[in-house]
């Protein structure tokens, strides 16, 4: 997809009142700032996995613009495939945020701004480069799911165990298979 089709395609999104735009496997190398228009979009799709193709459909993005931030109605965020490097620091605006999806690219940190996000239920970083759970990962209240495998993590923090919401039987899936958060049941 070209730039120009690009701009289209956000000023036809923005002019309709588009919930959900779906830019996976386009080959995008940046998002333009004009992202920021679509005030109303629930969903943001920038990679995924294609269920009928059997394939990843990413793109070249190696940073979320901070006009993402204008999402503010955003509750579904999947970069999965792309080059992304960093995690802005905007994304703690995103207050309605549910999923994350940022597995298979080259995320070194987990921000502490991650901890900002009241609604988040799933945070899939599956596939980067992670070395560290940050204590701000024992904010995430609402955290259903936690995807952290294929990372170079070699210690689980004790801020997991403030995760109760977990999935049963309260496991987080990170480097070497299914590791349990040791919160003891109550």
């Given amino acids: 997809m070209t730039h120009d089709e690009l701009l289209q395609l956000i000023d036809q999104a923005a002019h309709e009142g588009w919930t959900e735009l779906?830019?996976?496997g386009?080959?995008?190398?940046e998002l333009p700032p004009e992202i920021g228009k679509l005030t109303q979009l629930e969903t943001l799709l920038l990679g995924k996995w294609d269920e009928?193709?059997?394939?990843?459909?990413g793109n070249e993005l190696t940073n979320l613009p901070v006009e993402i931030s204008k999402l503010d109605n955003l509750k579904t965020l999947?970069?999965?495939s792309n080059r992304i490097t960093t995690i802005p620091d905007s994304i703690a605006q995103l207050k309605n945020l549910q999923i994350l999806t940022l597995r298979d690219n080259q995320i070194t940190t987990i921000p502490d701004c991650i901890g900002q996000l009241p609604n988040l239920t799933s945070l899939k970083l599956s596939g980067n480069q992670i070395t560290i759970i940050p204590d701000c990962i024992g904010q995430l209240s609402n955290l259903t799911r936690l995807l952290l495998s294929g990372n170079?993590?070699?210690i689980i923090p004790d801020c997991i165990?403030?995760?109760s919401n977990l999935r049963a039987p309260r496991l987080i899936e990170c480097s070497g298979g299914y590791v349990s958060h040791l919160r003891q049941a109550r």
């Fill in 22 to 24: 779906d830019l996976s």
């Fill in 26 to 29: 386009q080959g995008l190398t």
């Fill in 52 to 57: 009928e193709k059997h394939e990843r459909l």
């Fill in 78 to 80: 999947e970069a999965a």
């Fill in 152 to 154: 170079q993590i070699t």
């Fill in 161 to 163: 165990g403030q995760l």
